[in-house]
T-cell receptor
Framework: ETGVTQSPTHLIKTRGQQVTLRCSSQSGHNTVSWYQQALGQGPQFIFQYYREEENGRGNFPPRFSGLQFPNYSSELNVNALELDDSALYLC???????????FGQGTRLTVV | KQEVTQIPAALSVPEGENLVLNCSFT??????LQWFRQDPGKGLTSLLL?????REQTSGRLNASLDKSSGRSTLYIAASQPGDSATYLC???????????FGAGTRLTVKP
């Protein structure tokens, strides 16, 4: 059984650019959630996908969008990057809700 | 609005000590509470999950308790070791939303 994997691990982008982050959920898990973690803070909920449909969204602007594929892997897209988007982006998968969530190692995004 | 607070923000103890980390939340309408460990720049590792109907969970040297009525959880670490040094985060899953709300974490340092 493989765990949650995220790619890439590190990324540097310029303000105004667009970025796509990827997440492969743990085998058998149909729910994927994305979180943003700024330095020294707890993760903040961005959105959640359940069986390819968005199933909840946090307080993030529309330039944060996502997608879940039939194999339950997921993408997080961020358009028009801002300096404040620099953070660790975490993906979590679970077998439905509300059960134990398992996190990937994260993608460190730096916007310059 | 659900607020999750962790006290203390940082803790330094000598090896071998028993210690308690605290987590409080303002809304008792939660499905469950989960404790995580995070090493610097890394993802989250699930330690313990306590469902709302449970009072405590144990895993090895770790014991977590939950008191929904008072909005509190504690993580007890017995016989601390230098390898326990990390940031410990608690998170609640909200009944109305399904996402996880995190505290800012307690940064633990165990000195040899």
């Amino acid at each position: 059984e493989t765990g949650v994997t995220q790619s890439p691990t590190h990324l540097i982008k310029t303000r105004g650019q667009q970025v796509t982050l990827r997440c492969s959920s743990q085998s058998g898990h149909n729910t994927v959630s994305w979180y943003q973690q700024a330095l020294g803070q707890g993760p903040q909920f961005i959105f959640q996908y359940y069986r390819e449909e968005e199933n909840g969204r946090g307080n993030f602007p529309p330039r944060f969008s996502g997608l879940q594929f039939p194999n339950y892997s997921s993408e997080l897209n961020v358009n028009a990057l801002e300096l404040d988007d620099s953070a660790l982006y975490l993906c979590a998968s679970s077998e439905g809700q509300p059960v134990e969530a398992f996190f990937g190692q994260g993608t460190r995004l730096t916007v310059v | 609005k659900q607020e999750v607070t962790q006290i203390p923000a940082a803790l330094s103890v000598p090896e071998g000590e028993n210690l308690v980390l605290n987590c409080s939340f303002t809304d008792s309408a939660i499905y469950n509470l989960q404790w995580f460990r995070q090493d610097p720049g890394k993802g989250l590792t699930s330690l313990l999950l306590i469902q709302s109907s449970q009072r405590e969970q144990t895993s090895g040297r770790l014991n977590a308790s939950l008191d929904k009525s008072s909005g509190r959880s504690t993580l007890y670490i017995a016989a601390s070791q230098p390898g326990d040094s990390a940031t410990y985060l608690c998170a609640v899953i909200l009944i109305r939303r399904g996402d996880m709300r995190f505290g800012a974490g307690t940064r633990l340092t165990v000195k040899p």
